[in-house]
């Protein structure tokens, strides 16, 4: 006992610089922790010797504000460390691509307050060829720990020169800014450009149990992490990770975004044949005429669902409205004429699903009385409206109620301001959310080509697409081409029409046949506020879209992605110059590209049929 005492009471000195730090797998990343003076935790993180992360502080606080001694981010000693390597792939149930590479290596940091009351807590790191993520994790130890935090500490100095993809909210726009007097703390995913022209993105993942985090400058070059509100919690618990994405370019970690789900758990649902894509149309009358037309054109335009958005049981914002009972508000129907259970079941004769839309005042009084219900009625599924995020107790509502939709059959599609973290590797049955400046908002081309690069690191999007839309500010071709770009495995088209909008349906036969989730993802070229072509593969066939910001653009889309020898049928959806759609065909193989003159706001859709 005695020798194992001496063990646990080494000072740092005792451990040296290579059991305190880790390679990727590639060796090109490092990430070292070590402690400053005062037994203050701090790490760095490195890519081929070139700083990513400059020394930077780690820790937490108690929210009782009590004087030294009763935090996580002093006088701390290391006792012990260990390590470990997983080289892997899974199959997600859907996504970007039907392979997942998981490959790191991790390093484990055991660390003791020298207030030995206090207990243990440790530092985990793992280090990826896409990146590298950290957490804090509290273990049992032999007794349970109360943890009742009230700040985390960790910091992220980047070097001097940097500049990040600023948004203050899930739902606005962005700005390229320098590291410095943010007059409000920026949404995560955070995109970095290097002033050496490298590419990182520091996201977080597995955010089911914890408050939400954003970051603030603090002086220049230097974030610091600011949490909604305390949490109390008991060990053992682990704390969400702090993820730094990096890359050569900025596709590369819209590419690699893969890596936000594998720091989450696998697949909790034993079954998930019920799980299916698609794509959605909206139906907007919330009448029973109007819904059977909208299942019609929805068996013609090869789409999976229709979904009743809100006014179905009454205003959404009504504490009265209840969402067990059709009673359309009269602002949207006021004849009250909608046969939901006469829609269901004429949309299930023809093949097709219904989505339910529910705000969060049901939700949160009715979720337990609805899920059995709708799962009674036919009901494929829910939209989530305006759910409360980022306080402790509202992150495990959501999640609670992901865990009892899936327990219904129930896919999900959560809007607002609530942004992925990872969770729908865990529970498939979260397709989609929204928590983006979608077209509901109308911005322009250069918002959207940042969109690809900030928010879409973080998971699938519900951008909401228009098309026959005067406020729209970008040209049609444009709008094709997003549809491949942004993923999101419920993708809800034609946002503000009915069939009767849609007369020349030539326009949209991009949208007939278009998968919503993919075996394989290229990201060909892009620069955030410039252009972004995406390139996906369903089967044997490519999908492709390349926008361009408001100015004009001639690009070129090369095909060296495609298997060599093989030859492929490319049919294009580009603008007439006209207002509408002009399809042609071109034939491509890997050797080979096309040029392409785009207008400004414009873009261009491909769809590449092997032959």
Not at 192 to 204: E, G, S, V, Y
Not at 233 to 238: D, F, I
Not at 533 to 559: C, M
Request: glycine fraction near 8%; charged fraction near 25%.
């Amino acid at each position: 006992m005695r020798r194992l005492l001496l063990l646990l009471l080494l000072p740092l000195g005792a451990f040296s610089q290579d059991s305190l730090r880790i390679l990727s797998p590639n060796g090109k990343l490092q990430f070292r922790f070590s402690l400053l003076p005062g037994g203050i935790p701090s790490y760095d993180i490195t890519e081929n010797g070139q700083a990513v992360i400059l020394p930077s502080r780690l820790g937490l606080a108690d929210n009782t504000n009590l004087p030294s001694g009763r935090s996580w981010d002093k006088n701390l000693q290391v006792i012990r460390t260990a390590r470990r390597e997983v080289s892997t792939t899974w199959k997600p149930v859907w996504g970007e691509r039907s392979e997942i590479p998981d490959r790191y290596r991790e390093l484990t940091v055991t660390l003791r307050h020298a207030d030995r009351d206090r207990g243990t807590f440790q530092v985990v790191a793992r280090a990826y060829d896409e990146g590298v993520a950290f957490r804090y994790f509290f273990p049992e130890e032999g007794r349970t720990q109360i943890l009742d935090l009230g700040a985390e500490l960790t910091e992220f100095h980047l070097p001097e020169g940097t500049e990040g993809y600023w948004t203050e909210r899930a739902q606005t726009s962005y700005r390229k800014r320098p590291l410095e007097n943010w007059e409000r703390d920026a949404e995560m995913p955070l995109t970095l450009r290097l002033p050496d022209n490298r590419w990182a993105c520091i996201a977080q993942a597995e955010q089911t149990n914890y408050p939400r985090a954003r970051l603030k400058t603090v002086g220049k070059n230097r974030l610091t992490t600011q949490l909604f509100g305390e949490v109390t919690e008991t060990s053992p618990w682990a704390l969400p990770w702090r993820v730094v994405l990096t890359g050569e370019k900025p596709g590369d970690i819209l590419e690699h975004n893969y890596l936000i789900l594998n720091l989450n758990p696998p697949n909790e649902l034993k079954e998930t044949a019920w799980i299916q894509p698609g794509k959605v149309m909206r139906e907007v009358t919330l009448s029973t005429s109007g819904a059977k037309k909208l299942v019609d054109f929805a068996v013609e335009q090869n789409i999976e669902y229709i979904h009743f958005d809100a006014g179905w049981y009454g205003h959404e914002y009504d504490a009265a409205s209840d969402a067990t009972k059709v009673n359309v508000d009269p602002r949207r129907n006021p004849k009250n004429d909608l046969d939901l259970p006469a829609v269901i079941a004429y949309a299930k004769a023809k093949g097709k699903k219904v989505i339910l839309y529910v705000n969060h005042r049901a939700l949160e009084r009715q979720l337990d009385d609805i899920l059995p219900l709708y799962h009674q009625w036919g009901v494929a599924g829910i939209k989530f409206g305006f759910v409360h995020t980022g306080s402790h107790h509202w992150t495990r509502w959501l999640h609670d109620a992901i865990r009892k939709a899936a327990r219904y059959n129930m896919v999900l599609d959560i809007h607002d301001e609530f942004r992925p973290s990872g969770f729908s590797r865990t529970y498939p049955n979260l397709l989609t959310q929204e928590g983006i400046r979608g077209n509901e908002e109308f911005p322009d081309a250069t918002h959207n080509t940042v969109l690809p690069f900030t928010r879409f690191i973080a998971g699938a999007a519900d951008y909401t697409f228009c098309f026959n839309e005067k406020r729209l500010k970008n040209t049609k071709a444009h709008q094709l081409a997003i549809s491949v770009i942004y993923f999101s495995p419920l993708q809800y088209l034609y946002w503000y029409g009915k069939p009767e909008d849609y007369p020349n349906r030539k326009e949209v036969e991009f949208w007939k046949d278009l998968p919503t989730v993919w075996d394989d993802t290229r990201v060909l070229a892009g620069t955030p506020e410039e252009f972004v072509t995406v390139a996906r593969r369903k089967g044997a066939n490519w999908w492709i879209g390349l926008i361009t910001n408001t100015s004009a653009r001639k690009q070129i889309i090369g095909f060296g992605f495609l298997p060599k020898g093989k030859t492929y049928r490319a049919v294009i959806h580009e603008d007439d110059g006209n207002g509408s759609i002009r399809q042609r065909t071109e034939t491509v193989t890997a050797s080979g590209s096309l040029t392409f003159d785009l207008a400004p706001s414009g873009g261009v859709a491909l769809r590449l049929e092997a032959r």
